[in-house]
């Protein structure tokens, strides 16, 4: 007899990776592709639905549900994804109805953040506790906060940009509005605008680790620097630590989460932030006890997608 | 036949007011007394039972469950005050096991900006709306948000200190810890003391409004000066009104609330603030729909806190 299982897609702008998970967590079969976006939605999701039946053959599945964690925009109520900047040619795609069609089954949708935080939630670092915040550093700064087991919204269904919150009115205009959120001063491209801009009035090595081309500069040079410590370098890291530590108190002020999960490519070198987070919290405990939040390492990789996504469709369809 | 009702208590440092409460959220009677809290304790806690029984025979009600909200600090699951700076000589006064043994009812504590949070969510500005932000504006700046009915808490049961989020690391020192929270700068303290400070270089209005002694100017002589056309006071208004804005921003990027309901002594002047929040709001919309959140007025005035403290009571004690 075929086991029954939720298939989770982690949909991103290079690959699309999916697994068969069983409603206790299992992980039965994983395969990936590259998606190619710019082949036009049409050819995409035949890669997709042929993801799914490879993997439920692997592993004898009955698919019971599929979730899709991707980048937003996206309309969740809808099923479709808008995303053209990170998969080109994709414009209103309504991936729900597609795979609706082809297996039958109930469909779910969620921004990639959520799909994250949601698996972590449930299988990873934040397992076992009732209220759950990811924070994602990478290339920008995402947030998906879990309470209860579940992905929590605002009105509208809407999910919390906790990315943008405006922590410093002395800091960059940044896109979403905000002079000196938390994106512009802790991400990683705002990490590497920082340092573009500083190299010109300040020796460093990043000048010579960028071939002598500023715009070259990124955040891994930058951290790399720092590590090998170089003294503009380690200023912009401890600048951009305290940046995140500002952001942070802001998250847990209001969330007063049990613990706080980092994924994302700059938190690779969380070591190099922690001290500074930890103090910070310290300092801003007086009012509430935000020192006794656990600060965590994700668990699950590139996995935490699919196992949230997942866990999203079963909790949509009441599957358990 | 008696008519059951549930008791809401207002607990403040100069009075106390009591109402009885139907489940329908009718007020039977009502009553408030000084508490005069320096008489100790013991005296403080005869006095509410007496308004206690004075209000339940004044409308022939059998009490079903007692609820109270008073300022922090407070512990709700063992029911003590622990607040010897508003209510002097009350440090650690069980209040819970003293009116539960008086009545033989259940007793809800719970902090008094919750209390009245959970009260407009329920019967004022915020009624029939699944998330509930109020931030009142005072002396300090306090929140509470409440969630599909109920207030919403952190790490163990700790409630959100919406007002210590710091919003401008260049701005003053707060006892919270933060440099520039919003507390700091938005709240009635904060203008005066901004102003106090300001008056010292800057010519205006308000020395003479204050016997030209900069210690006397109060955050109201300020809006007053403001509304007379002082220019100082003027850009005062609208940095506290820039500084609220940033704060709320920060808010509602997390909570995502339906509504935001203001109260306290500030916002009594809200037409000078309303402005400046609904243009902010609007520029920082890029992300998530925040121009979309209504921003009220509370409604139940000074009875907030009895309508929500007599609800978590009902909440607590399962009573429809």
């Not at 890291?237 to 995140?244: C, D, G, I, K, Y």
């Amino acid at each position: 007899m075929r086991q029954p299982a939720t298939i989770g897609i982690d949909l991103g702008g290079t690959n699309v990776r999916a697994g068969a998970v069983t409603s206790s967590g299992q992980l039965l079969s994983y395969s990936e592709t590259p998606i190619i976006a710019a082949d036009g939605p049409e050819i995409g999701l035949k890669r997709i639905t042929r993801l799914i039946e490879q993997i439920s053959a692997e592993a004898d599945v009955q698919i019971q549900a599929v979730g899709v964690g991707c980048t937003g925009p996206l309309d969740r109520a809808a099923g479709t994804i808008n995303n053209p900047y990170t998969l080109p040619t994709w414009e209103n795609v309504n991936i729900n109805q597609a795979l609706k069609d082809h297996f039958s089954v109930p469909v779910s949708l969620e921004n990639d953040a959520d799909a994250a935080a949601l698996g972590e939630s449930w299988l990873g670092a934040g397992r076992g506790l009732s209220r759950v915040l990811m924070v994602t550093v990478g290339t920008g700064v995402g947030t998906g906060f879990i309470l209860d087991g579940k992905i929590y919204r605002g009105l509208a269904g809407v999910h919390p940009e906790g990315g943008h919150i405006p922590i410093d009115p002395s800091g960059p205009q940044c896109y979403c509005g905000a002079r000196g959120c938390l994106e512009s001063l802790a991400s990683g491209s705002g990490i590497a605008a920082i340092a573009q801009n500083r190299v010109l009035h300040t020796p460093s090595l990043l000048m010579e680790k960028a071939d002598q081309n500023p715009e070259l500069i990124s955040a891994e040079m930058v951290i790399a620097a720092a590590q090998a410590g170089d003294a503009l370098a380690m200023e912009i890291v401890q600048q951009s630590a305290t940046a995140l530590a500002l952001g942070l108190i802001n998250l847990v002020h209001l969330y007063l989460p049990d613990c706080v999960v980092f994924s994302g490519g700059v938190m690779h070198s969380f070591a190099l932030y922690e001290p500074r987070l930890k103090e910070m919290m310290k300092i801003h405990s007086v009012m509430s006890p935000l020192d006794q939040i656990s600060l965590l390492l994700a668990q699950l990789g590139q996995k935490a997608g699919i196992y949230g996504a997942a866990r999203a469709a079963m909790l949509d369809a009441s599957i358990d």
